[in-house]
């Protein structure tokens, strides 16, 4: 079971570094778990959520541990 005191919610396309990183930051100074929901298309998801959790370890974020990456689906 995971167990966290403070946690957020962060949802968005995560493809710009620019914009994510100091956004990340900012959430990781406040909670101790974050929630990055990925909006994405099924086709892009893998690639998207590999370069991601590539970028944030190399932040020192451990999936699982930090963070975990769901995706938003827009498709009927």
Same mark, same amino acid.
């Given at each position: 079971?995971?167990?966290?005191?403070?946690?957020?919610?962060?949802?968005?396309?995560?493809?710009? =570094?620019?914009?994510?990183?100091?956004?990340?930051?900012?959430?990781?100074?406040?909670?101790?778990?974050?929630?990055?929901?990925?909006?994405?298309?099924?086709?892009?998801?893998?690639?998207?959520?590999?370069?991601?959790?590539?970028?944030?370890?190399?932040?020192?974020?451990?999936?699982? =541990?930090?963070?975990?990456?769901? =995706?938003?689906?827009?498709?009927?």
């Amino acid at each position: 079971m995971l167990k966290f005191k403070t946690g957020i919610v962060l949802e968005g396309s995560f493809t710009d =570094r620019d914009i994510w990183k100091p956004m990340l930051d900012q959430a990781f100074e406040q909670s101790e778990f974050a929630t990055l929901i990925l909006q994405s298309s099924i086709g892009d998801y893998e690639a998207v959520c590999y370069r991601l959790t590539a970028d944030l370890a190399d932040e020192g974020f451990m999936y699982g =541990r930090d963070y975990v990456i769901a =995706r938003k689906s827009n498709e009927s």
